[in-house]
């Protein structure tokens, strides 16, 4: 790909404005195009920055939370080094302590805490962390988050509505940020929100259903084109702006599940979202908290490896599928011994595995006693690099999908006012002829003293009025749609 059409493009549209501006376009478009035109051309083709209350990404890319060990604070801090906002994912994080079976609540807050330090000390950028509303310690973790002053709690699996600490999170300046799979749970989120707490949340995340991990689907809509990215997130965009109009604030919304390179940062900034998050491509990276053998298996897996599990907590996850899945599905898998009952909705005496446990067990490289939650996409990696090398590599494409959307979108608009053009000089040309169609006849009048048909020279006349007017018009179309091109970046809907 080249950047060569979008030059053409603007070039193009520089020299029509350059000459209309000159020929006949009114100084105030003039300014309007002088504002735009270094926008579109350079500097507004980088990154959009992600804004939630007063904390700004650089980086429009959340890393998603990962659970178990996955996203911990080498993870976290690294992303938010490189400008996009780190999370450390708070749900079974004990494991990772010797004493998670005497006191599971215990080691899940301890090393909650000790990460939460860690990553800070590690980076000035943002940190967050995602705390499933599931987990039957929700409110001791939240509370935690809020002691330790994280940016932001990303709050998912289930709806966090109830008991939220809201007074306490504004007081340390947290964000609270709520992840959902539907514009009806946002809306019910944000409704209770208004009538409990008289405030709503900071920015929503949709996860739509390519994502990795568990899903807020069913394994029906999986599939179905209504609930993937391009049909949800306009919809939960125009859910969340009643909310913004009345609080006076912005409220963006981030969305997620199969984004995997910049051209899909792309596209999902043009449905409407300010950031995009992302947990697969984090995987692969050299910071990512869990054991390389985890990390190999997406680069080793094909398409056909990854697929659904019927996971115990009653929801679908999405994984690399292996032995241990095909095991467990067909009843050979070994008793286990559950810790503390961590999950409220996991049937733990009718579970055939412990989640938990084959979720750690993976982190740490042992796939016999476990899986790898894996996106849709996770067969396209091919390697592990750094956080930052992912980072810019994630930059260019985006400029390089930014640049030819705005060409494609460029195109019509530019061929339309070369034909506007074309149409005022033609106009022009035709109102010369007729004012002198007009003069003569009027000579002839005064020739012929006043014997000469009035009614000709009426006809004239009102021909050359017309043609003026419609040459007025047109000239003000033109000047109005090339001034208003110039915002194309800003201005996506715009038609010429
Ligand atoms: C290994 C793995 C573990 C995950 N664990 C969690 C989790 O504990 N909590 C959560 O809200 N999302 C979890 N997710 C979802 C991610 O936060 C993110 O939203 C998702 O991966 C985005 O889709 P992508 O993988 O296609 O980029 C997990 C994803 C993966 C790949």
Known sequence: MTAAPLETAISTLKELTTDVVE?????????RVKRYRRAVASRRLNWPSLRIGELIASVPIIQGGMGVGISL??????????GGI??????GIGLLEPDYYKDGRAANLRAFRREIRAAREQTDGIIGVNIMVAVNDFHELLDVAIEEGVDLVFMGAGLPIKNLPVEAMRAAGVKAVPIVSSVRATEMIFRMWQKIYHDVPDAVVFEGPLA??????????IDDSDYQLETIVPDIVRSVEPFETEFGRSIPVIAGGGVYDGGDIN?????GAQGVQMGTRFVATEECDADDVFKDAYVQCAPEDIGLIHSPVGMPGRAIRNDFIVDAEEGRRPAFR???QCLSSCKANDAKYCISIALNNARKGNLRGGFVFAGANAHRVTEVVPV????????????????????ERLEPIVGRARELRERCADLAARVQELG????NALNERIDNAWSAGETGIARVREQYEETLSKLRNTQFLLTERLADSWELERRPDLQL
């Open 23 to 31: 020929d006949f376009g009114p100084a105030h478009l003039l300014a």
């Open 73 to 82: 604070s080498r993870l976290a801090s690294a992303v938010a080094n490189a």
């Open 86 to 91: 780190g999370v450390i994912a708070a749900n």
């Open 212 to 221: 990795g991990g568990h899903l807020g689907f069913t394994a029906e809509q």
């Open 267 to 271: 596209r999902v900034l043009e449905l």
């Open 338 to 340: 559950c810790a503390w």
């Open 388 to 407: 930052s090398d992912l980072i810019g590599e994630l930059s260019v494409e985006y400029r390089v999908a930014r640049r030819t959307a705005l060409a």
């Open 436 to 439: 002198v169609a007009y003069e």
